[in-house]
């Protein structure tokens, strides 16, 4: 299968713990990006790697998270001191640089429950 | 800043029943347009985009899109729905933020498909 593949697909954690999530992106895509779906909402953007650089953060993302794409290939996204409003779902999507037009692939997501 | 508005929280139709989903987006140039559909607990999948051109779009699933550039719409249709296609369907617009798509999305408009 070689579509965009997240791990763990469901983490249940207690709050003040830290959780790091793991995306996969399609191996040709050099674009990369990290949404958050709440309950009754769309996603909403929370970064953006173009290979190993990460070029735009969303006010969102508030310093307890942080993400990374080292050699441009995997991704992780790591919540740290976990808030019962980071439960979410978390969705990764990825997409080639010179054809990004066509449209976002995603992953299924990482379902995120802080209890 | 572009945004998306799906005014349809809920909608329920009959099987066999046309449908059609509206969208209505704010942008200050040409649009880059999707729509995407999320079955429970998964990830989005890409039915159709427009960026330019005809603005009748064919997507999957026997599902069609037209871009209103007057109305600042893009409303999805399908001429007979089947109950496979209940799910949660996310209209979304894309900007060009530092050189790549910035995808931001409705809040969704759930189907629902009865007998």
């Known amino acids: 299968d070689t579509g965009v593949s997240q791990n763990p697909r469901h983490k249940i954690t207690k709050r003040g713990q830290n959780v790091t999530f793991r995306c996969d992106p399609i191996s040709e895509h050099n674009r990369l990006y990290w949404y958050r779906q709440t309950l009754g909402q769309g996603p909403e953007f929370l970064t953006y790697f173009q290979n190993e650089a990460q070029l735009e953060k969303s006010r969102l993302l508030s310093d307890r998270f942080s993400a990374e794409r080292p050699k441009g290939s995997f991704s992780t996204l790591e919540i740290q001191r976990t808030e019962q409003g980071d439960s979410a779902m978390y969705l990764c999507?990825?997409?080639?640089?010179?054809?990004?037009?066509?449209?976002?692939?995603f992953g299924s997501g990482t379902r995120l429950t802080v209890v | 800043a572009q945004s998306v508005t799906q005014p349809d929280i809920h909608i329920t139709v009959s099987e066999g029943a046309s449908l059609e989903l509206r969208c209505n987006y704010s942008y200050g140039a040409t649009p880059y347009l999707f729509w995407y559909v999320q079955s429970p607990g998964q990830g989005l999948q890409l039915l159709l985009k427009y960026f330019s051109g005809d603005t009748l779009v064919q997507g999957i699933k026997g599902f069609e899109a037209e871009f209103k550039r007057s109305q600042s719409s893009f409303n999805l249709r399908k001429p007979s729905v089947h109950w496979s296609d209940a799910a949660e369907y996310f209209c979304?617009?894309?900007?060009?933020?530092?050189?790549?798509?910035?995808?931001?999305f409705g809040i969704g408009t759930k189907l629902q498909v009865i007998p």
């Open positions: 999507a990825s997409s080639l640089g010179n054809r990004s037009t066509y449209g976002y692939t």
């Open positions: 979304a617009v894309g900007a060009r933020s530092g050189g790549y798509q910035k995808v931001t």
